[in-house]
Each structure stands twice: as structure tokens, then as C-alpha cells.
């Protein structure tokens, strides 16, 4: 008789569905512009949900980053904020300015050549000598409104340039919080994935504890077994029935999050349609090389500390700082974010080996387990085992059909993973 243990299950499944990627709600790098979604105001949107399951909407993986991007509202809030800046109009808040400076200039203009007029009238040595002062103070203001004038097109160059700065910037944040939230949302989805395939186990489960009851209950009937074994295995069922009913509300709260992430309210429930998954084909185009120069030049992290040493370069050649300290520091905070990115990435690569190799492992032992299989039921034909002795069979080969679903969905992840590496978001190194 088997021993049937679901807590592992359960506690695994909550882990899933729990660890969501740092930096995955919380959008990094925001600071100031209010619109970060805390885990905490998810948490309290799910603790006050009202789930109707029959209002639950499908969603399949593969539609998910279109709909986090364009339902999520802190994206929409961001993007927003994104397209204020871009209309953003420099020249006309710098027009007063520049209409006062060329005002100047006309005047000083003016000035000397009225000046120059009366140098050119006089007639005595005290008029031309007044005249040659007004030229020299008209020339003095001359010179003064053109120095105005340049200043204004500085300040304005260096207010554009600002802006531009500022743009780039959060056009880059805008992207990295997308991909965290569409991460997040990836994950949850996953965690469903896994939740309702232990679902389906914890079902099979009771099956067959009901079917070891049964023939137990027909044992004590005759002496060969206790009422002690029949009573442990009745509250082993009963602990199964409140694990289920765990199981059952974690994944209305999942589905839930995730409807919320892709925009929807605190009363929306969005259901999985199908597992995701990953072809030999895909495998076969990783290319170690080729693909950590696209993570390396698509990095958020990696861009920050660009970025960074850009300022620190500009600053220095403008003498802002008093020293080339602050530039050479920064060059040296890049190299070991890129060698941070590079160990990341190679983790994540030989993950994927490392879970197409167990994927490998779970399929030999499926196969295994099948051509026993086939023995069991030959045998169950010509009534040399029992159908208990077949249907616990049965369960045998469903549990190690099991694992290689489990392993297929983890290979899935780690591949997932890495293509997102590939893209620039890693939440080991997003900054």
C-alpha cells in the first residue's frame, strides 16, 4: 500500500506561485515618479477580491506580454509620463527669453548708430569726443545684448539636451519596468501551470486512497487488518480534501493577480489555456556567443552604468569635477557589471542544458515505467494480479508521466529565462 504526501506539493506549488522576480512589481529605478506598483497593494487587492469563476477570462502565455503592456497601469501611467516629455516644448518656453536678448540687440543697435550719426554731424571737438564716448558705450551694449543672446541659446541647448537625457532615460526605465511586470505576469502563469498539474495528481491521489480505504474496510471487516489503520488512512483523506480546497483558493487568488497585472481590477480572473512549451528547434538556435552579445547590449543594468560613465565624462570635460576620479570609477563600475551580466548569463545557459539533460532523464524513466506497464496489464488479463495491483500501476505510470511534464515546463522556464536575458532583462542584475 502506498503512502500518499501532498504537503511537499503544496508548499512547492505556494513557492511558485509566490516567487515572483525582484524588481517585478516594484518598478526599479523610478524613484520620484509615484508611479511603482507595490507587492503590497497587490497583496491587499487580493485579500478584498470578490472571484467569480465563471467571469474568469482565458489568456494564453504567449498573449501575455501584449496585454501586461497594454493594460498594466502603471505602463500606462509611465507612458504617459513618457509622452510629456516628448511634447515637451524647449523652444517655447525659452521664447520670451530670446525675444528680450534680440530686443537688446536691436537697441544697442539702435543706439550705435545714432551714436555713430551724431560723431558723423559733429562740428566741434566737444561733440565728437561726447560722440566717440556714446559710440564706445553703445558698442559696450551692443556687445552685452549679443552675450545675452548666446546665453540664451546655451541655456536653451543645455535644457534640450536635458530633456533629451531625461527622455532616453525613462524611455530605457519604461522598457525595463514593462519587461518586469510582463516577467512577473510570465511566472504567475507558470505557477498556475504547475498548481493545477498538482491539481490533477492530488485528484489521482484520492483515487486511489479511496480505492486502499475500500479494500481496508473489507480487512477489518474479517480481522486482517486494525480499525487504527483504517482510521489513519480516513484522516490521510481528510488532509488531502483540505490540501485540495488550499489548492482551490490559491489559484482563484493567482488568477486574479494575474488578470491584475494585465490590467484588470480586484473582481477579474484571468484562467490558462494551454502549457507553454519549447521544440528542439528552439534549443538548437541557442548560440552561447552570439547570444550574450545581445544581453550585454540590450542590458538595463549594463545601460545604467553606461550611462553613468557618460555623465561622469561629459562632467569632467565641462570641469564639473575637480578630478578624473569620478570617470575612471565609472569605467570601472562598467566592466564589472558587464562580468556581472556575463557570469548571470552563462548560469542561465547551462541551466537549460542542465534541465534538458533531466528532461532526458524523467522521459527514459517514463518509458521505463511504461513497458512495466504493459507487463501489469498483461498480467491483469490473465488474472495473475488484482485490479487494485493494476490501477496502482496505472498510478505509477501517471506519476512518472508527471515528472516529465514537470521537466518539460522546467526546461520551458529556463529557456524562458534565458531569451529574456537575451532581450536585456535579467532580475538578478535589473538595476
Given amino acids: 500500500m502506498k503512502r500518499i504526501r501532498m504537503g511537499a506539493l503544496v508548499a512547492g506549488v505556494l513557492c511558485v506561485l509566490t516567487a515572483v522576480p525582484a524588481g517585478a512589481v516594484s518598478a526599479p529605478g523610478l524613484a520620484g515618479l509615484g508611479a511603482a506598483v507595490t507587492a503590497d497593494l497587490v497583496q491587499g487587492a487580493l485579500d478584498n477580491a470578490v472571484l467569480h469563476p465563471e467571469d474568469a477570462e482565458p489568456v494564453g502565455f504567449h498573449g501575455l506580454e501584449t496585454r501586461v503592456a497594454e493594460g498594466n497601469p502603471t505602463i500606462r501611467v509611465l507612458k504617459r509620463q513618457l509622452a510629456g516629455l516628448g511634447n515637451t516644448d524647449i523652444n517655447g518656453q525659452f521664447a520670451g527669453q530670446e525675444l528680450s536678448a534680440d530686443m537688446q540687440v536691436s537697441q544697442a543697435r539702435d543706439e550705435l548708430a545714432k551714436a555713430q550719426q551724431k ?72 505557477g498556475l501551470v504547475t498548481l493545477e498539474q498538482g491539481m490533477q495528481t492530488l485528484d489521482r491521489n484520492l483515487a486511489a486512497l479511496d480505492r486502499n480505504i475500500a479494500a481496508v474496510e473489507k480487512q477489518v471487516e474479517i480481522g486482517m487488518a486494525s480499525q487504527l489503520t483504517l482510521d489513519n488512512l480516513r484522516q490521510s483523506r481528510a488532509s488531502l480534501v483540505s490540501q485540495q480546497e488550499t489548492m482551490e483558493v490559491q489559484r482563484e487568488q493567482a488568477q486574479n493577480q494575474l488578470a491584475m497585472l494585465c490590467g484588470g481590477d480586484a473582481d477579474s480572473r484571468m484562467r490558462i489555456t494551454s502549457a507553454p512549451g519549447v521544440s528542439d528547434a528552439q534549443l538548437r538556435e541557442m548560440q552561447y556567443d552570439e547570444d550574450l552579445a545581445l544581453a550585454l547590449k540590450n542590458s538595463y543594468s549594463v545601460w545604467v552604468k553606461q550611462d553613468a560613465m557618460r555623465k561622469a565624462s561629459n562632467d569632467y570635460e565641462d570641469n564639473v569635477t575637480a578630478t578624473v576620479d569620478y570617470y575612471e570609477a565609472a569605467k570601472l563600475d562598467l566592466a564589472a557589471e558587464k562580468e556581472n551580466v556575463t557570469s548571470a548569463f552563462h548560469k542561465l545557459y547551462t541551466d537549460v542544458q542542465e534541465k534538458q539533460r533531466l528532461l532526458a ?71
Wanted: hydrophobic share 45%; proline share 0%; net charge negative.
Fill in 361 to 431: 532523464e524523467a522521459q527514459d524513466a517514463y518509458a521505463a515505467e511504461e513497458r512495466n506497464f504493459q507487463v501489469d496489464a498483461l498480467q491483469y488479463e490473465s488474472g495473475m494480479i488484482s485490479k487494485l495491483d493494476y490501477l496502482t500501476a496505472q498510478d505509477d505510470l501517471a506519476a512518472k508521466q508527471d515528472a516529465v511534464a514537470t521537466a518539460k515546463q522546467d526546461l520551458f522556464t529556463a529557456y524562458n529565462t534565458y531569451q529574456w536575458a537575451t532581450r536585456g532583462y535579467m532580475a538578478s542584475s535589473a538595476a
Fill in 119 to 190: 560723431l558723423e554731424q559733429a562740428t566741434t571737438d566737444e561733440e565728437k569726443a561726447a560722440a566717440e564716448a556714446a559710440i564706445k558705450a553703445a558698442q559696450s551694449a551692443f556687445g552685452a545684448a549679443q552675450s545675452a543672446v548666446e546665453a540664451v541659446e546655451d541655456a536653451k541647448e543645455a535644457a534640450q539636451q536635458q530633456l533629451d537625457d531625461q527622455h532616453a532615460s525613462m524611455e530605457k526605465q519604461v522598457e525595463n519596468v514593462t519587461q518586469s511586470l510582463t516577467v512577473a505576469a510570465q511566472s504567475v502563469y507558470l
